[in-house]
């Protein structure tokens, strides 16, 4: 698939001079959905807006579906649609409404059956002729996403879509996300929700103060940097790690009935071996042994503590 997004050395310094961006290389497939992760202040906002033009680049270069967004702007915001991290909607106006205004901004015929489509996708339709102030926040939530669709963008940028959003409206984003690549359309999207990246991303991108630490194919990264866990249940609690098993990676479960043992998937001895053989040596008896994998939040968590370090 090619690359619908290029972005090249992009960088942001704010008017104050601070440098929110400091270069970032990026390049998006058709099709693909991209997560963004990276705590508070990062610079995924300002990336987004950047790509998007509203906020301008102080370097690098931009380009969407091979159109520069500088030289070539109104082709290349034309394949772009922005869900902004905040809800900005004029209250009185009724949600058909406000649909076909985003629509006429980006000079597009009027197509009241591709709209309909679409207030009909995010559950809308019913309430068309209502005024945005009449809805709850999530269903305002699903009206920015409308405004964004209603000019068919290609490339769809999604700011924190289900920021405060309850876990049943979470997962109609994540069936509409689908549903849109379904389309072909290519989304990128951040989030603080981690399992929300783990459940719908192709790719994850990690940013931090400005920087964007790595981007990578979701499984991958989870295989190469997932630890694992082996609980090992004992017939009987214990209320301590016996002197001969102490090690960094064996901990004892508040109960005193399991072991945990973390190791290394991508090591080329886990010691599993030698610590079942020193269990049984230390004259634990075991009931069950048990493996779980770490999930995505757990590798965000480490890549920031090490980016920290
Ligand atoms: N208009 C501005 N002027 C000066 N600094 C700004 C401006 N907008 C954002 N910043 C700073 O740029 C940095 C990145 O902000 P940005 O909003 O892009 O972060 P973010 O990753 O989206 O964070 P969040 O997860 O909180 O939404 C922050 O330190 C922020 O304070
Ligand atoms: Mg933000």
Sequence with gaps: MPDIVEINDLRK???????????????????EILALLGPNGAGKTTLISTVCGITTATGGTVKVGGHDTITDYRAARGMIGLVPQEINLEPFEKVI?????SRGLFGKPKDDAALEKILRQLSLWDKRDSQIRALSGGMKRRVLIAKALAHEPRVLFLDEPTAG????????MWEIVAGLKADGVTIILTTHYIEEAEAIADRIGVIAHGELLLVEDKNKLMARMGKKQLQVHLTKPIDAVPASLVSDALTLSEDGSTLIYTYDTRAERTGITKLLSDVAAAGLVLTDLETSQSSLEEIFVDLLKEDAA
């Design 165 to 172: 959003v309850d876990v049943e409206l979470r997962r109609d």
């Design 97 to 101: 409404s406000t649909v076909r205004f």
């Design 13 to 31: 310094a704010y008017a104050d001079g601070f440098e929110a961006l400091k270069g970032v290389t990026l390049k998006i497939k058709q099709g």
